[in-house]
């Protein structure tokens, strides 16, 4: 079984403060996607990496795919109260064709 | 924009209702999935479907079915609703798991 780890569960930082997580498996994926995920909506898609090493950045968020493809992180830079939310890492299942795996999730807290 | 869309945000039913959850995507995806989303147990996959008509069981099955006459339409109906299926149902299409989901606002559903 596939699993996504991620680490730490929950994150509570001052505004301006950097912070980095984690999405681990010893399984290899495909591609693994980055979703935000604010109180009471779905799940938006940040991106999705592709390629062993592959470092993606998307304003002050940096995303990075380990070299074997087995885990990610993601690094925030300045913090800001709007990044606040929780934040997913998932990847296509190889033994479920057309589902994918979700970890559980790290839930940030940004405060002003 | 594309879009999926979840026909409620927030729904009350009452114990042993029939219940419909409607599920609309704009962006002609094969894949359509429905999930539910609990604290502390992330997101657990009930059923997907990868074309029309047809349907495969998730995870969490039971108590659920399907309904997918329409590519466009996904509806998840929860045939004798119960407390234990008070919720956050997310509804989700993609065009392939490398490439991830684009998920529905949610629709919270509170059974009493």
């Known amino acids: 079984t596939q699993l996504l780890e991620q680490s730490p569960q929950f994150l509570s930082i001052q505004e301006g403060e950097n912070l980095t997580v984690y999405c681990n498996s010893s399984?290899?994926?495909?591609?693994l996607q980055w979703y935000r995920q604010e109180p009471g909506e779905g799940p938006v898609l940040l991106v999705t990496?592709?390629?062993?090493?592959e470092v993606k950045k998307l304003k002050r968020l940096t995303f990075q795919f380990g070299d074997a493809r087995k885990d990610s992180s993601l690094h925030i830079t300045a913090a800001q109260p709007g990044d606040t939310g929780l934040y997913l890492c998932?990847?296509?299942?190889?033994?479920?064709?057309?589902?994918?795996?979700f970890g559980d999730g790290t839930t940030l807290t940004v405060k002003p | 924009d594309v879009k999926v869309t979840q026909s409620s945000r927030y729904l009350v039913k009452r114990t042993g209702e029939k219940v419909f959850l409607e599920c609309v995507q704009d962006?002609?995806?094969?894949?359509m999935f429905w999930y539910r989303q609990d604290p502390g147990l992330g997101l657990r996959l009930i059923y997907f479907?990868?074309?029309?008509?047809?349907?495969e069981k998730g995870d969490i099955p039971e108590g659920y079915s399907v309904s997918r006459e329409k590519k466009e339409r996904f509806s998840l109906i929860l045939e004798s609703a119960s407390t234990n299926q008070t919720s956050m149902y997310l509804c989700?299409?993609?065009?392939?798991?490398?490439?991830?989901?684009?998920f529905g606002s949610g629709t919270r559903l509170t059974v009493v």
């Open positions: 962006m002609d995806h094969e894949n």
């Open positions: 479907s990868y074309d029309v008509k047809m349907k």
């Open positions: 399984s290899v994926f495909s591609s």
């Open positions: 989700a299409s993609s065009l392939s798991t490398d490439y991830g989901y684009t």
């Open positions: 990496v592709v390629t062993g090493g």
């Open positions: 998932a990847g296509p299942s190889t033994a479920n064709a057309g589902k994918s795996t």
